[in-house]
């Protein structure tokens, strides 16, 4: 509810304070969201070594949402709100609210490209691992046991999106998304001398996001 009332707030606002062309005024509904994760290589082989495979990130998303935008009088500069709502990557369900700057050039092979700056504040999964090595003598020697902790805690973050969306007609578009996911991996080590090293290592994935659009 937070979120859709500061959608309310920033369009209402932004009509007021700046000058725009509100007979150009448009109303998109984005839908879909597919995804793919350039994932930490030595994460996903740690992983792979501990639990015997890979992790494996939603990447069907099957999203729904909408934006608001409007172009400044003359101009082919845009500012836009939006709400967009998902099941994130983690299996969580997400709710992002943006405010955007985005420019529009015109082409002929197909209708427009919008190259989009957003500010994103998300509601969203974020993965949190620890792991703990420790050794135990058995029989004689010292063998490393590894214990496993995953879990997934929501936060609210807020961080910028770049975005290109293809506009193929003027009612029709598809949107190409960068998103960077961070997480927190945990290790926790006991020593011969019973003294434990923690040690946090931040790991970030690299997120190619895809989506579609109406125009209304």
Known sequence: MRFFLLFLLFFGFSIQAFELDKSRAELDIKFGGWSHHFIDKDYQ????????????????????????????IDTNHYISTGLWYME??????????GVAYKYRSLLESIHSIDYTFNIVAASRGFMHIRYD?????????DVLQIRSNYNVERKTLI?????????????????????????????T?????????????????KVLFFRFGFKF
């Not at 007609?169 to 997480?183: G, N, P, R």
């Open 45 to 72: 082989e740690e992983y792979r070594n501990i639990n015997g495979e890979y992790y494996h990130y939603n990447e069907n998303h099957r999203g729904l949402g909408f934006e608001i935008s409007a172009p400044f």
């Open 88 to 97: 994130d990557s983690n299996y969580v369900e997400a709710v992002h609210f």
């Open 133 to 141: 090595y420790e050794y135990q003598n058995l029989n004689g020697k």
């Open 159 to 187: 961080y910028p999106m770049p975005q290109i969306t293809f506009n193929i007609t003027k009612q029709f578009h598809v949107d190409v998304i960068a998103m960077v996911s961070k997480f927190d991996y945990y290790q």
């Open 189 to 205: 080590t006991k020593s011969d001398f019973d003294i434990y090293e923690r040690e946090k290592v931040n790991y970030w994935n």
